[in-house]
T-cell receptor, first 113, second 113 residues
Framework: AQSVTQLGSHVSVSEGALVLLRCNYSSSVPPYLFWYVQYPNQGLQLLLKYTSAATLVKGINGFEAEFKKSETSFHLTKPSAHMSDAAEYFCAVRGRYGQNFVFGPGTRLSVLP | KAGVTQTPRYLIKTRGQQVTLSCSPISGHRSVSWYQQTPGQGLQFLFEYFSETQRNKGNFPGRFSGRQFSNSRSEMNVSTLELGDSALYLC????????????FGPGTRLTVL
């Protein structure tokens, strides 16, 4: 069975600092991987996805993530945090054979002025 | 192109009642998935429909059911509501059932009193 863990339920960074949100997955076969962002009282918005092309994936709003098979990780980074980045971030995995999406517990990002 | 729409946005019910939530996918999308989001359990997969057929089902009791119509619109029904059913119910659509990007609606906030 697939699973996703996100280290740190809450991460705080200063505006302009590096953002690093961690995601590790468990799957027998390298899956498809996703990062979503959720703003208060809204649905989820796709930031980026890995589907077995380049291991470094660039997404919207300056975010990127790197797939590392040896570490079963898909950490999300952004070089310089902005106040508008404050939100909840979810890592998700989906198998390559039509299995349903499995979401991590989420990491709430706070950006301090 | 219009996004995923969910109605109603907010709903208050009492224990024992039943409720029906509606989801209209993005035009051309044939797959609709439903999720329950709660602070304690996070995002949990309910079921996925593609071309009016349920393709995947999560680990929820039979009180939770869904269906999809020929125009890809979907409804989910919860019978005999319990306090623990209070949650944000999210609908997501995608073009196909195969691993693909999901686009989320804003959700329906259900409160059970």
């Amino acid at each position: 069975a697939q699973s996703v863990t996100q280290l740190g339920s809450h991460v705080s960074v200063s505006e302009g600092a590096l953002v690093l949100l961690r995601c590790n997955y468990s799957s027998s076969v390298p899956p498809y991987l996703f990062w979503y962002v959720q703003y208060p009282n809204q649905g989820l918005q796709l930031l980026l996805k890995y589907t077995s092309a380049a291991t470094l994936v660039k997404g919207i709003n300056g975010f990127e993530a790197e797939f590392k098979k040896s570490e079963t990780s898909f950490h999300l980074t952004k070089p310089s945090a902005h106040m508008s980045d404050a939100a909840e971030y979810f890592c998700a995995v989906r198998g390559r054979y039509g299995q349903n999406f499995v979401f991590g517990p989420g990491t709430r990002l706070s950006v301090l002025p | 192109k219009a996004g995923v729409t969910q109605t109603p946005r907010y709903l208050i019910k009492t224990r024992g009642q039943q409720v029906t939530l509606s989801c209209s996918p993005i035009s051309g999308h044939r797959s609709v998935s439903w999720y329950q989001q709660t602070p304690g359990q996070g995002l949990q997969f309910l079921f996925e429909y593609f071309s009016e057929t349920q393709r995947n089902k999560g680990n929820f009791p039979g009180r939770f059911s869904g269906r999809q119509f020929s125009n890809s619109r979907s409804e989910m029904n919860v019978s005999t509501l319990e306090l623990g059913d209070s949650a944000l119910y999210l609908c997501a659509s995608s073009y196909t059932w195969a691993p693909d990007t999901q686009y989320f609606g804003p959700g329906t906030r259900l409160t059970v009193l």
